[in-house]
């Protein structure tokens, strides 16, 4: 089994709606973020939580929103989907202090259509 | 100036070719240097990882780092078609308990049978 999971793997929606896209991990990592990745952009931070209490915005994070309901799940809201949130979003784990190179474990992804 | 700076290619090499995938870098502080792999459809996942500047080699993959020029390298021997995905750089940096990973966009390389 994975471990790291996001639902839905694949989604088409319209501008103005709300969604969600959630992220699980059987990792035991304390550390989860959610990332974009765009052509000719790369990866790009959204948001991080340190621990449930601990949510932190990354560059990017206007027009998001995130939840940490519990140590292994993160979930990631667009509340009025705009066409330019079309993208593949990533959400990550991080072990700490585990590696001085903070490696980050993937998920999936999820590819996210906003017409 | 960014961070990182990746050509993203794409790279088109025939079996057996070897391959040189690079990214500059901006800030000398920098310590660690980390190659990630992503195949299409997937996320990505950590390949090799140097610290400060030297060679590191695992099977067919050799990462380099000069610090010097601010230029850090991933050779791909004997190139196979399994090898065929998107390569990013990837930078940690930051102080107080948290590392901010700094990615480049990417190499998309394909190994053509």
């Known amino acids: 089994d994975a471990d790291v999971t996001q639902t839905p793997r694949n989604r088409i929606t319209k501008t103005g709606k709300r969604i969600m896209l959630e992220c699980s991990q059987t990792?035991?990592?304390?550390?989860m973020y959610w990332y974009r990745q765009d052509p000719g952009l790369g990866l790009r931070l959204i948001y991080y939580?340190?621990?449930?209490?601990?949510?932190n915005k990354g560059e990017i994070s206007d027009g998001y929103s995130v939840s940490r309901q519990a140590q292994a799940k993160f979930s990631l809201s667009l509340e009025s989907a705009i066409p330019n949130q079309t993208a593949l979003y990533f959400c990550?784990?991080?072990?700490?202090?585990?590696?001085?190179?903070?490696?980050?474990?993937f998920g999936p992804g999820t590819r996210l259509t906003v017409l | 100036q960014k961070e990182v700076e990746q050509d993203p290619g794409p790279l088109s090499v025939p079996e057996g070719a070897i391959v040189s995938l690079n990214c500059t870098y901006s800030?000398?502080?920098?310590?660690?240097f980390m190659w990630y792999r992503q195949y299409s459809r997937k996320g990505p996942e950590l390949l090799m990882y140097?610290?400060?500047?030297g060679n590191k080699e695992d099977g067919r993959f050799t990462a380099q780092v000069d610090k010097s020029s601010k230029y850090i390298s991933l050779f791909i021997r004997d190139s196979q078609p399994s090898d065929s995905a998107t390569y990013l750089c990837?930078?940690?940096?930051?102080?107080?308990?948290?590392?901010?990973?700094?990615f480049g966009i990417g190499t998309k390389l394909q190994v053509i049978p």
């Open positions: 990550a784990t991080s072990d700490y202090p585990g590696t001085s190179y903070n490696e980050q474990f």
């Open positions: 990792k035991g990592h304390d550390r």
């Open positions: 939580s340190f621990d449930v209490k601990d949510i």
């Open positions: 800030n000398s502080a920098f310590q660690y």
């Open positions: 140097t610290y400060s500047s």
């Open positions: 990837a930078i940690p940096a930051g102080s107080g308990g948290y590392q901010k990973v700094t």
